[in-house]
């Protein structure tokens, strides 16, 4: 049994606005929704993104001659305290594997660290360990190889151990409980979240004569274990998995009416922003010269072309590039549009313009 539904507003794209950093921040737009889904959907993307996504941590170390975190060590600067408060501004990336059967097990990475005369010298008597002395190539991928661990100012052979878990939000080390623990293993407090901020947004959009549409825009930044876009795309499917807990109570479905045809209004708006000559909008003399040489001289021309192609073109530019693209979203248009319902298409753009124009 089937219950007819009207329509739902949905969003036909999804805007990325990556940072100079895309691994670490973004900023990303969708709409338009139905009135009061911005505030619906953000919340609920937010909530996740911030408490439920999985990453690595170190979550214990092992120092050989070191049997407690408040010991200090004969040739090594830092005490152990100081040591457990650096290790836990490591940052690890899990690596895809071909077989994830067993990779959540806690992983155990081994090194016999040897600091040298050599080494000491060349670095005027204080050799500081990094991440990546311990760390090498493997199962995880070190973002911050550089990052010093301690301080060592005399020749040593030390064996170093990190023991490394996947996990969700933040776990004290008092709370964190391993297998076949070992005497001297120092837990430590473990962030596993790769998240750091998540700030959304709810702008009005307008669709044909509604106003109150709902836009909906996102700021997430993480810390490098996963990108914005990872974030999102994990969040969503979280948020499915639990909406489909309730699929068992489905006695009935629903289905949508869908609009055919455009409003005459909407269709005549949208022509008449086509119509338009790329010297009637306000662009940078630069952005409309290169758009001249490339012998594009209406908004039709210009929004039919796809991105990627748009870069081909000779002077042209990113910051031609996203000049454009803020001012087709001004006017909610974007490039790579399908005007095929219009019988326009790259080929026969300019001649079905002129026509068009030729009618009004």
């Known amino acids: 049994m089937s219950v007819k539904y009207g329509k739902f507003e949905l969003p036909t794209k999804v805007k990325v606005e990556e940072d100079e950093d895309p691994s670490r921040k973004a900023r990303i737009i969708a709409g338009p929704f139905e009135r009061g889904f911005g505030h619906t959907i953000g919340n609920s993307l937010r909530r996740i993104m911030l408490t439920s996504l999985e990453a690595p941590a170190i979550v214990s170390v092992l120092i050989e001659g070191i049997s407690h975190e408040y010991m200090a060590s004969e040739g090594i600067i830092e005490d152990m305290t100081h040591i457990v408060l ?103 407090d473990a962030l596993f979240s790769p998240v750091r901020v998540v700030n959304y947004f709810v702008e009005n959009a307008r669709v044909g004569g509604e106003t109150d549409m709902d836009r909906l825009v996102l700021e997430i930044a993480t810390d490098g274990r996963i990108s914005p876009k990872e974030a999102l795309t994990f969040a969503t499917q979280i948020a499915n998995l639990h909406f489909s807990v309730f699929d068992e109570m489905r006695f009935q479905t629903i289905s949508y009416e869908e609009e055919d045809d455009e409003q005459e209004g909407d269709k005549d708006t949208l022509l008449n922003k086509l119509y338009l000559k790329i010297n009637e909008i306000e662009l940078s003399v630069r952005s409309t010269n290169c758009l001249q040489q490339a012998n594009i001289d209406t908004i039709a021309e210009l929004v039919i072309m796809p991105e990627p192609d748009m870069l081909k073109f000779r002077n042209f530019g990113k910051k031609s590039l996203n000049e454009i693209k803020a001012k087709l979203d001004e006017m909610e248009l974007y490039l790579g549009m399908d005007l095929s319902k219009y019988d326009i298409t790259r080929e026969n753009v300019k001649e079905m313009v002129k026509t068009l124009v030729d009618k009004t």
Request: aromatic share 6%.
């Open 86 to 188: 650096n290790i836990k501004d490591s940052l690890l990336r899990r690596l895809p594997m071909d077989d994830e059967a067993g990779s959540r097990g806690v992983k155990t990475i081994s090194t016999d660290l040897e600091v040298t005369s050599e080494m000491l010298a060349s670095a005027n008597g204080s050799y500081k360990v990094t991440l990546g002395d311990i760390v090498s190539d493997g199962e995880f991928e070190v973002l911050n190889k550089d990052h010093a661990l301690f301080t060592v100012t005399k020749p040593m052979t030390r064996k170093v151990i990190f023991k490394v878990a996947m996990g969700r939000g933040y776990k004290p080390s008092e709370a964190i409980d391993l297998p076949n623990k070992v005497v001297d293993e120092i837990f430590i």
